[in-house]
């Protein structure tokens, strides 16, 4: 969760829905991804690949060398569980 809310939520939002308060989030093409929304559909393997990849056609940066791999795994866990379930709970309502 730490790792989210410094490195990532700039640009996924803080809730993980994509819209994050970077100024420039709002212009990039493609848009952030709405991870809450992606939530458990890909698994961890996969989110732990394209974190560390990045997508070289869009503002999705590379974290190969930044963060360590546990670092990496914990974001993806806080990804896959944490941030899929609370909006879950939100559409619940
Ligand atoms: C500078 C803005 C920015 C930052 C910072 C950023 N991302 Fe992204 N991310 C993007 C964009 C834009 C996309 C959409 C890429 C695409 O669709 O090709 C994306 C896509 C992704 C995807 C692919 C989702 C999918 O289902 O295809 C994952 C996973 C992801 N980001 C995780 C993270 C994580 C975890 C962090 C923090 C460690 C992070 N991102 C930081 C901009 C950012």
């Not at 809730?15 to 961890?44: F, I, Q, R, V, W």
């Amino acid at each position: 969760m730490q790792v989210y809310q410094r490195y990532c939520s700039a640009c996924h939002g803080p809730s993980g829905e994509g819209n994050g308060l970077a100024p420039a989030a709002a212009y990039y093409d493609p848009s952030p991804t709405n991870l809450a929304l992606h939530g458990a559909a890909h698994a961890a393997g996969e989110y732990a690949w394209q974190i560390k990849e990045g997508n070289s056609n869009s503002a999705m940066p590379r974290f190969q060398g930044k963060l360590d791999e546990d670092a990496i795994w914990s974001v993806v866990l806080y990804i896959r569980h944490t941030l899929a379930d609370e909006h879950v709970a939100e559409h619940k309502h």
